[in-house]
């Protein structure tokens, strides 16, 4: 059975970004033991980061491990509220930009297929034009790399991966000084 602990250094590990509300959203692996147990665990940290305004979805379960979305709804409204977004989004069959409904074609774009769907990066807070560089050069001739493959703005992305990098160290040293995720979480 995964501990509280253990579900804690995930969030930590892989969320320290959205948690300071630096980026809209972070994406991360988790094994579990059965579903109930998942379920209850996500329950319970969604009642916790409601106030915070972190939300926690369940994307796709597959051999045991889950794949699991926190996001800052406002946060991701407003991403797709940017210009070019939309259209995009609807060449993937995204008609309804209300979160929830967004977020449900995700989870069965995800379930229907091994790869991720290259949308995704709209989802966790990667700019447009990277998103689509990747896709039309599948994968290839990037300027630089970091949490996603640089096509347009390399020195603002630098930037952002660094200050990423920044808290996510900060984050991990105050959680292991005893600091609780609830501490450590922004408040929208």
């Given at each position: 059975?995964?501990?509280?602990?253990?579900?804690?250094?995930?969030?930590i590990c892989n969320c320290a970004p959205t948690l300071a509300?630096?980026?809209?959203?972070?994406?991360?692996?988790?094994?579990?033991?059965?579903?109930?147990?998942?379920?209850?665990?996500?329950?319970?940290?969604?009642?916790?980061?409601?106030?915070?305004?972190?939300?926690?979805?369940?994307?796709?379960?597959?051999?045991?491990?889950?794949?699991?979305?926190?996001?800052?709804?406002?946060?991701?409204?407003?991403?797709?509220?940017?210009?070019?977004?939309?259209?995009?989004?609807?060449?993937?069959?995204?008609?309804?930009?209300?979160?929830?409904?967004?977020?449900q074609r995700l989870s069965q774009r995800m379930k229907a297929?091994?790869?991720?769907?290259?949308?995704?990066g709209i989802f966790l807070d990667y700019p447009l034009g990277?998103?689509?560089?990747?896709?039309?050069?599948?994968?290839?001739?990037?300027?630089?790399?970091?949490?996603?493959?640089?096509?347009?703005?390399?020195?603002?992305?630098?930037?952002?991966?660094?200050?990423?990098?920044?808290?996510?160290?900060?984050?991990?040293?105050?959680?292991?000084?005893?600091?609780?995720?609830?501490?450590?979480?922004?408040?929208?």
């Amino acid at each position: 059975m995964l501990s509280e602990y253990e579900l804690e250094k995930y969030l930590i590990c892989n969320c320290a970004p959205t948690l300071a509300s630096l980026k809209s959203a972070n994406l991360f692996n988790m094994p579990f033991d059965t579903e109930e147990h998942l379920q209850e665990q996500l329950d319970r940290w969604n009642a916790c980061m409601e106030k915070k305004g972190i939300s926690i979805y369940l994307l796709r379960k597959h051999h045991r491990k889950a794949l699991i979305y926190v996001c800052r709804k406002s946060r991701l409204q407003e991403n797709l509220g940017k210009p070019g977004v939309a259209s995009f989004l609807e060449e993937y069959g995204y008609r309804n930009l209300e979160i929830d409904v967004v977020l449900q074609r995700l989870s069965q774009r995800m379930k229907a297929q091994e790869e991720f769907p290259h949308e995704i990066g709209i989802f966790l807070d990667y700019p447009l034009g990277d998103v689509i560089g990747f896709i039309r050069n599948a994968g290839q001739n990037y300027k630089c790399t970091g949490c996603w493959k640089v096509y347009c703005d390399e020195c603002a992305a630098k930037k952002l991966f660094a200050s990423y990098r920044k808290c996510q160290e900060i984050y991990q040293r105050q959680w292991s000084g005893g600091r609780s995720i609830l501490q450590l979480t922004v408040a929208a």
